[in-house]
């Protein structure tokens, strides 16, 4: 069974702290993807990032980055600079590799990041 | 990029009435649909996945006579939550996949029961 997890309920920060989102995920599948979602307060998911299992370089994308450590299976995601707008919650997620699972995503439980000014 | 809309955006209804929401996705065929409920301050959690002209499959502990599912097109699903309660009060999200492993999301219906 796929699982995720976001050790981190809520972090609040100051206005251009930089800020690092935790997700740690387990999974059989040896080809699986990994995700991140924005979530404000309007509800609708915004799609972050998308990341195979073979593909360990970090990506970077603008104040974004993030950190894909196979050997500790972690996916983890920073803002830098972080903006009053960046405040939301962000879900990571996993989806096994097909066949059968028409690719569904497991999410983590979210972590509710509060930017204050 | 691929859009999924979803209708209504909200609804309110009496304890015990039935309520349609359907999502569509506008620029592309969507192979899946998936069906999410989100509790307040909680994650998503999957209800079903439906493939074009098939049951749909509901993960473990959804009621399928409750949540009925249908995907009678390539770009429209529809849930209905039947003989709803308050208990069924909760933001209700769809996703569309087209055919690689890529969901988009729609922007969620929020469903309320007195």
């Known amino acids: 069974a796929q699982k995720v997890t976001q050790a981190q309920t809520e972090i609040s920060v100051v206005e251009k702290e930089d800020v690092t989102l935790d997700c740690v995920y387990e999974?059989?599948?040896?080809?699986?993807?990994l995700f991140w979602y924005k979530q404000p307060p309007s509800g609708e998911l915004v799609f972050l990032i998308r990341r195979n299992s073979f593909d360990e370089q970090n990506e970077i994308s603008g104040r974004y980055s993030w950190n894909f450590q196979k050997s500790t299976s972690s996916f983890n995601f920073t803002i830098t600079a972080s903006q009053v707008v960046d405040s939301a919650v962000y879900f990571c997620?996993?989806?096994?590799?097909?066949?059968?699972?028409?690719?569904?995503?497991?999410f983590g439980k979210g972590t509710l990041l509060t930017v204050n000014p | 990029g691929a859009v999924v809309s979803q209708h209504p955006s909200w609804v309110i209804c009496k304890s015990g009435t039935s309520v349609k929401i359907e999502c569509r996705s506008l620029d592309f065929q969507a192979t899946t649909m998936f069906w999410y409920r989100q509790f307040p301050k909680q994650s998503l959690m999957l209800m079903a996945t439906?493939?074009?002209?098939?049951?749909?499959?509901?993960e473990q502990g959804v009621e399928k006579d409750k949540f009925l599912i249908n995907h009678a097109s390539l770009t429209l699903s529809t849930l209905t939550v039947t003989s709803a309660h308050p208990e069924d009060s909760s933001f209700y999200i769809c996703?569309?996949?087209?055919?690689?492993?890529?969901?988009?999301f729609g922007p969620g219906t929020r469903l309320t029961v007195l």
């Open positions: 439906s493939n074009e002209g098939s049951k749909a499959t509901y």
């Open positions: 997620a996993l989806s096994e590799a097909g066949g059968g699972s028409n690719y569904k995503l497991t």
């Open positions: 999974t059989r599948d040896t080809t699986y993807y």
């Open positions: 996703s569309a996949r087209e055919s690689w492993n890529e969901q988009f």
